[in-house]
């Protein structure tokens, strides 16, 4: 199974862009890169998703690197509302489709 | 509006009485799953399932049974919980193409003493 690694914790300031990492360097061809947050006590929630190209929406945007071993999770504005755990999923394009967690990065908003 | 529903969300049982935590989502999604939260150790696939009636194991099923038999309901069972399956569980179901959102449960916290 393709297995992600993010940074345990990041920090940033309220109102600055933060850029979150995640390895993938065993994905393969189909395999669909996720990014889901989760608040204290909530399901994760939806926040983007991709397979080679960079992706835009309102709430962030996806860097993916091309030869797609890794990918960046970029919020152009934190704001405190942003500070939840960021977990990196890959999801098999084929056969079982399988979730995979990464231990996902704890990020930190300062007013 | 779509809802996946997890019932009960809090719950607190014995050791050995058999309890079914269920999942019912509205989206007409193909695709469920089960995860178990554990401090440090992130989210865990239990199981999952790809149609009604076709389900198979994650990466810890020891303990769970589950059964696809609609489309929207996917039951979580533990024939005879035990201490080391309090945890906290999500269900998630999304549609099979791997490239569609994934919508998950507000979570059951599960005490088993």
């Known amino acids: 199974d393709a297995k992600t690694t993010q940074p345990n914790s990041m920090e940033s300031n309220e109102e600055e862009p933060v850029h979150l990492p995640c390895n993938h360097s065993t994905i393969s061809g189909t395999d669909y890169i996720h990014w889901y947050r989760q608040l204290p006590s909530q399901g994760p929630e939806y926040v983007i998703h991709?397979?080679?190209s960079n992706v835009n929406n309102r709430m962030a945007s996806l860097a993916i690197a091309e030869d797609r071993k890794s990918s960046t999770l970029i919020l152009h504005r934190a704001t405190l509302r942003d500070a939840a755990v960021y977990y990196c999923i890959l999801r098999e394009g084929a056969g079982a489709q399988k979730l995979v967690f990464g231990q996902g990065t704890r990020l930190t908003i300062n007013p | 509006e779509a809802q996946v529903t997890q019932n009960p969300r809090y719950l607190i049982t014995v050791t050995g009485k058999k309890l079914t935590v269920t999942c019912s989502q509205n989206m007409n999604h193909e695709y469920m799953s089960w995860y178990r939260q554990d401090p440090g150790l992130g989210l865990r696939q239990i199981y999952y399932?790809?149609?009604?009636?076709?389900?198979d194991k994650g990466d810890v099923p020891e303990g769970y049974k589950v059964s696809r038999k609609e489309k929207r309901n996917f039951p979580l069972i533990l024939e005879s919980p035990s201490p080391n399956q309090t945890s906290l569980y999500f269900c998630?179901?999304?549609?099979?193409?791997?490239?569609?959102?994934?919508?998950f449960g507000e979570g059951s916290w599960l005490t088993v003493v």
């Open positions: 399932s790809m149609n009604v009636e076709v389900t």
């Open positions: 998630a179901s999304s549609d099979r193409l791997p490239g569609n959102t994934i919508y």
């Open positions: 991709g397979l080679t």
